[in-house]
């Protein structure tokens, strides 16, 4: 007998409590925001920020505190120190914002202070720089690069599910006018990615583009609460937080795009047999096994990633756990539950699928 989570005539009422889940995420997102606003925006890593990182390795057993002590009248801005590798490794990244000093500087400082104050040998394996013009140019790519992933799962969420290319065609074509428009202003390119992200929401409204509507708006739920924890918990934002909320972007995707094409199918034969409350019900409930199996084992993975994968991709492996936690979370209780609000779209006359 194989493995049974949901039994096959399960049967629970997701849309009824759907003023509930928009409760909590209002709540995650509104506490995320308020962090974010608290402390002045995302803390940036030394990839968008600017700055140094120098990696030591000594050679006898101590820990980060007794480094950061070691280093402290150096007086170098923002010093952060971070244990790597595994516990025998007795290998740290050093930190610092300073963009001011040259890295040949630093690097005899740290060298004099480590020298007269750890009582060990250790070696400085590398020494890297960003410079304060290089970390806004990356700081900007990544975010260009997290917009157009929504704008292009926008256009073929459209397509997909609605065999309407055109209006997704003009959806795209609007928003590449707004943006443009809007980068003559010489707006911050944060503020710029926010607002071509409410205006992608709009026109889906406005184009009655209600599966791509529910998709991007449970995406950008799931890139808004992840941003918010990791801000509480005063988590820097580095290249490899984008490339996790990238990964988050397409895993919700996909959870999504699941439970929509069931939607979508049920749709097709229960037409004018069901209302569509209860179709999405059903869908749900079809879909729910194969969505905790798939979340459970990929959490499994990712959590296996976080607690023996090392300080090096600790924090990335902490923003998938939250996104992939999230995204199941939002392909359920948000994305659903919209597509439910603003109702079916008009079905095609020729399925193709």
């Known amino acids: 007998m194989g493995l049974q989570i949901i039994k096959p005539d399960t049967n629970i009422d997701f849309v009824g409590i759907r003023k509930i889940a928009f409760i909590i995420s209002a709540i995650l997102i509104l506490c995320g925001l308020g962090s974010l606003l608290i402390k002045g925006g995302p803390k940036y890593g030394i990839d968008f920020a600017g700055g140094m990182i120098v990696q030591v390795r000594i050679d006898k057993a101590t820990d980060a505190a007794a480094v950061k002590d070691a280093v402290n009248e150096v007086n170098l801005p923002g010093l952060v120190v971070q244990s790597?590798?595994?516990?025998?490794?007795?290998?740290?990244?050093?930190?610092?914002?300073?963009?001011?000093?040259?890295?040949?500087?630093?690097?005899?400082k740290i060298n004099n202070a480590l020298t007269d104050n750890l009582g060990a040998s250790f070696e400085i394996q590398r020494l890297e720089m960003v410079g304060p013009k290089v970390g806004a140019d990356l700081r900007s790519q990544a975010l260009e690069a997290l917009f157009y992933a929504v704008l292009l799962i926008a256009v073929y969420i459209s397509g997909r599910f609605e065999q309407r290319w055109t209006a997704a065609a003009v959806m795209a074509a609007a928003l590449g006018g707004c943006v443009y428009g809007l980068g003559l202003l010489d707006l911050d390119m944060g503020w710029l990615i926010l607002a071509a992200l409410f205006i992608t929401v709009g026109l889906c409204w406005y184009l009655k583009l209600n599966y791509a509507l529910g998709a991007v708006a449970a995406l950008i739920h799931d890139v808004l609460i992840t941003v918010g924890l990791f801000s509480i918990m005063g988590k820097e934002f580095d290249l490899t937080i984008i490339a996790a909320l990238l990964t988050l972007v397409g895993y919700s995707l996909n959870d999504t795009i699941i439970v929509f094409d069931r939607i979508r199918e049920n749709t097709i034969a229960k037409q004018g047999k069901m209302p569509f409350g209860q179709i999405i019900n059903l869908s749900v409930n079809q879909t729910l096994s194969r969505t905790i199996m798939t979340s459970g084992t990929?959490?499994?993975?990712?959590?296996?990633?976080?607690?023996?994968?090392?300080?090096?991709?600790?924090?990335?492996?902490?923003?998938?756990?939250?996104?992939?936690?999230?995204g199941t979370y939002s392909s359920i209780f948000v994305a659903s539950p919209i597509l439910y609000g603003f109702g079916p779209s008009e079905l095609p006359k020729t399925e193709e699928d």
Request: glycine share 10%; charged share 15%.
């Open 84 to 108: 790597i590798g595994l516990e025998g490794d007795h290998e740290y990244l050093i930190r610092t914002s300073s963009s001011d000093i040259t890295s040949e500087e630093v690097r005899a």
């Open 298 to 326: 990929t959490l499994l993975v990712v959590f296996c990633l976080y607690v023996m994968g090392g300080s090096v991709i600790h924090d990335f492996a902490l923003a998938l756990l939250i996104g992939i936690t999230v």
